[in-house]
């Protein structure tokens, strides 16, 4: 089983629609946890990070439920620019202080 | 401007022979790290430091060598590349360990024929 587990896409939705990806990861005692997103080609940047409570951030929330070990984030009302590749990343603590990337979602937003 | 600069952005060379990627970050950071980001892998870790003249391997460290010699400069050597390291290559670099935000470099896309 890999430790951070993402649905590659492509999600393919219309201008203004919700959507919503879900990441798993493996270890129990990860720590923290983010999103980032990547457009083609270029550097990954962070879009949130996601905290026990739930955060929002605009169109964009992210939560936590660390009881079945999955992180989500939903964008509602997408726009044409939130198209680009959503990384989910995990800290993990201890003797390799391990910051594990997810694979990404991609999220086509389309007219 | 904060930033994560990296040189070369895109380079083609061959098999054995000898080549450095540079990183810098102006902004002060103690932790500093190498990724290598290929199709359905995902971004893996190569090499990542915490200081200065403190380095440690991450997931894939074979066929690399790095050096932090100042806090600012982090390159990436391949001493004898092969076609398999073909890949892109991230720098990043955080305020302190890995639990922060990652502020990442622009990329270099290299090419081992």
């Known amino acids: 089983r890999k430790e951070v587990e993402q649905d590659p896409g492509p999600f393919n939705v219309p201008e203004g629609a919700t959507v919503a990806f879900n990441c798993t990861y493996s270890?129990?005692?990860?720590?923290?946890f983010f999103w980032y997103r990547q457009d083609c080609r270029k550097e990954p940047k962070l879009l949130m990070s996601v905290y026990s409570s739930g955060n929002e951030d605009g169109r964009f929330t992210a939560q936590l439920n660390r009881a079945s070990q999955y992180i989500s984030l939903l964008i509602r009302d997408s726009k044409l620019s939130d198209s680009a590749t959503y990384l989910c990343v995990v800290y993990t603590p201890g003797g390799g202080n391990k910051l594990t990337f997810g694979t990404g979602t991609q999220l086509k937003v389309e007219l | 401007e904060a930033q994560v600069t990296q040189n070369p952005r895109y380079l083609i060379t061959v098999t054995g022979k000898k080549l450095t990627v540079t990183c810098s970050q102006n902004?002060?950071?103690?932790?500093m790290s190498w990724y290598r980001q290929d199709p359905g892998l995902g971004l893996r870790q190569i090499y990542y430091s915490m200081n200065v003249e403190v380095t440690d391997k991450g997931d894939v460290p074979e066929g690399y060598k790095v050096s932090r010699k100042e806090k600012r400069n982090f390159p990436l050597i391949l001493e004898s590349p092969s076609p398999n390291q073909t890949s892109l290559y991230f720098c990043?670099?955080?305020?302190?360990?890995?639990?922060?935000?990652?502020?990442f470099g622009p990329g270099t896309r290299l090419t081992v024929t």
């Open positions: 270890n129990s005692a990860s720590q923290s």
């Open positions: 902004m002060n950071h103690e932790y």
């Open positions: 990043a670099s955080s305020r302190e360990r890995e639990g922060y935000e990652q502020y």
